[in-house]
């Protein structure tokens, strides 16, 4: 009795009216199947994007990697000294973002530039030919300015 | 018979459910495919930093558009003394050099012409005076500016099958607001060349678009909060096939007397431009066009920078000191304000 009102249920759903003595066109195991389907299917398409939506700092010089960052994985402020074309510098990483915290250079625009919090943001420091880049979270595809 | 053709219709139905879910298997795994990581890369070119975003693309074909930048730049940049603008402004006065980017100085030299000199690429005595964005930055005298007026005139530049040329001697060039643009456009040539359509690429603020996401969607371009941080931005703009480029005043300056000399330096005084503006942001498919028609419209001010932009057909975003954003006709259905940060969205008609 349950399992035929869960069945006429289904088939409401379904937009489908029958008569309750006729074989069902879909069997709640056929249901079963496509959501377990399309559950795995989905997941599939989770996974790969999963490995990109944590943040993810990378610390460059010049065109070389130095240091990289799973900023949702910092637990404790860390200060980092860098040196690069003469010039001093420190990057400070906390969870869930990064910024220049000091540089010798002139204009210092990349500790002017803030907090990076967010996929595509950026910091540059031009004299010292220094960078971070945030990748992960999606936000922008740039910026003009 | 009656049961069997019941049978026949629940084995289809069956049948169909199993497919629709092995489609969906299928659809979802291209789907995870088709948005599969574009090809991403940083350089610095062009004295900024150059981030391409290439959908189908590889490292070679970014290493390709950087290095054909890189000679580019080798060539029109008088920060190389061996660069042919370097040797134009050495040769003012007495002879021209054959240039591969001729059509960088024609276009520079009709935004001169068209925006009154608002746009000047002779202004580089006068910039290399402030030396804005270097360790010798400095305001100076009154005297010193004008003593270095006289060499400052788009009049100077002699453009003749292929060869530029300085008239006066002393004059110098400095492409500095058209070269980034130039760079951007430069970089989707070669995308295209590579069979590529869709990618963007930014140098510093100046953005070139290839068509659109993969599946059709716009790129989303965010215009910079001119009272923010470096990846603070007032509202976004979502566009298919174009370049960006934006001129703002919160950037790069030099501090005296707690007064602030910002580097846009209008040809007509040397001074830093005071024309009620903070930031214009300009949309055309020409890259070089957008990053000289940004500067001449910040020099201008709103009124006749909107019309300078009409005339090219290009399209604009105007920022002034008020906080009002003013957006041109042609992209006001591609610009969304951010709610909240106190900006005031004017449309011009």
């Keep these: 009795m349950a399992a035929g009102r869960r069945k006429g249920l289904i088939n409401g759903v379904l937009g489908m009216k029958r008569k309750t003595n006729t074989i069902a066109l879909i069997r709640l195991s056929d249901i079963i199947i496509i959501i377990v389907l399309a559950a795995v299917s989905f997941s599939f398409l989770f996974l790969r994007t999963s490995g990109n939506e944590g943040l993810v700092a990378a610390v460059l010089v010049g065109k070389e990697e130095v240091y990289s960052f799973d900023l949702e994985k910092i637990e404790e402020p860390v200060v980092l000294p860098l040196e690069s074309e003469g010039i001093k510098l420190s990057i400070r990483v906390e969870k869930g973002k990064i910024r220049f915290e000091s540089s010798e250079c002139p204009d210092k625009i990349c500790v002017n530039t803030g907090w990076l919090v967010s996929k595509g943001d950026t910091a540059v420091c031009l004299p010292a030919r220094a960078a971070i880049v945030v990748s992960g979270r999606k936000k922008l595809d740039a910026i003009t300015g | ?349």
Aim: proline share 3%.
């Design chain 2, 1 to 349: 018979m009656a049961a069997s053709l019941k049978k026949a219709g629940m084995f289809i139905y069956r049948a169909a459910a199993l497919l629709t879910a092995a489609g969906l298997l299928l659809f979802s795994a291209s789907c995870g495919e088709k948005g599969a990581e574009p090809y991403g890369g940083q350089d610095y070119v062009m004295g900024t930093l150059m981030t391409q975003t290439i959908y189908g693309g590889n490292e070679e074909l970014a290493k390709k558009a950087t290095s054909e930048i890189r000679v580019m730049e080798a060539a029109i940049s008088n920060k190389f003394n061996t660069s042919e603008v370097s040797k134009i402004s050495a040769l003012a006065g007495s002879g021209g050099v054959e240039s591969k980017y001729f059509d960088i100085y024609k276009l520079a030299v009709d935004v001169s012409v068209k925006s009154g000199g608002a746009f000047d690429i002779t202004i580089a005595p006068v910039v290399d005076l402030w030396g804005i964005g270097t360790p010798d930055a400095r305001v100076p005298s009154r005297e010193e500016i004008e003593g270095l007026l006289p060499f400052v005139d788009y009049g100077f530049v002699k453009l003749e099958d292929g060869t530029v040329s300085l008239t006066k001697e002393g004059a110098a060039l400095d492409l500095g607001s058209i070269g980034k643009g130039a760079a951007a456009d430069l970089a989707l040539s070669v995308y295209r060349d590579a069979g590529i359509s869709s990618a963007i690429v930014a140098v510093g603020g100046s953005i070139g678009v290839l068509g659109g996401k993969p599946g059709g969607a716009p790129f989303i371009i965010g215009v910079r909060d001119p009272k923010g941080g470096g990846n603070d931005y007032l509202g976004t703009l979502a566009l298919k096939d174009i370049s960006v480029s934006t001129s703002g005043s919160y950037e790069r300056f030099v501090e005296k007397e707690g007064v602030r000399y910002h580097h846009i330096l209008d040809p007509k005084t040397g001074y830093p431009a005071d024309s009620g503006l903070v930031s214009v942001t300009v949309v055309h498919e020409n890259g070089a066009l957008c990053d000289a028609l940004s500067t001449a419209c910040f020099v201008l001010g709103l009124e006749k920078g909107v019309k300078l932009l009409d005339g090219y057909g290009a399209n604009g975003i105007f920022i002034d000191k008020e906080d009002k954003v003013f957006v041109t006709k042609g992209i006001q259905s591609n610009f969304e304000l951010k709610d909240g940060l106190g900006y005031e969205l004017v449309k011009i008609e």
